[in-house]
């Protein structure tokens, strides 16, 4: 599968912004997609995921954006979202969408457990 991760930009602290991972080749619906980020000499950072849509499409979270960030998956686009609330310049990041297949809950978090990457987009919160 192939992804395409898009919506980044240049946003004051306090606004939002819309991410999309938009797949091609396969169908969406079937993987396990994480959103991780990154900043420069940092390890990537797990953010969020969403189960495949046969496990109720469940979302996880890291504590720092539970009740700014949602998680959700547009099927019949074949894209999945995070959008992005009450932003912190502590978000800023390279924000990267991932692709899996058959995750286990304790493994969501682990960039290891993805198969597949999308290229990155710049997130920039400005104070």
């Known amino acids: 599968v192939q992804l395409q991760a898009s919506g980044g930009g240049v946003v004051q602290a306090g606004g939002s912004l819309r991410l999309s991972c938009a797949a091609s080749?396969?169908?969406?619906?079937?993987?396990?997609i994480g959103w991780f980020r990154q900043v420069p000499g940092k390890e990537r950072e797990f953010v969020a995921a969403?189960?495949?849509?046969?496990?109720?499409?469940?979302?996880y979270y890291i504590d720092s954006v539970k009740g700014r960030f949602t998680i959700s998956r547009d099927n019949a686009k074949n894209t999945v979202y995070l959008q992005m609330n009450s932003l912190l310049v502590e978000d800023t990041a390279v924000y990267h969408c991932?692709?899996?297949?058959?995750?286990?809950?304790?493994?969501?978090?682990?960039?290891?457990?993805?198969?597949?990457w999308g290229q990155g987009t710049q997130v920039t919160v400005s104070s």
């Open positions: 991932a692709a899996g297949q058959n995750l286990i809950t304790s493994s969501y978090g682990r960039a290891g457990s993805y198969d597949y």
């Open positions: 080749g396969r169908t969406l619906s079937a993987y396990d």
């Open positions: 969403i189960r495949r849509s046969s496990r109720s499409s469940t979302t």
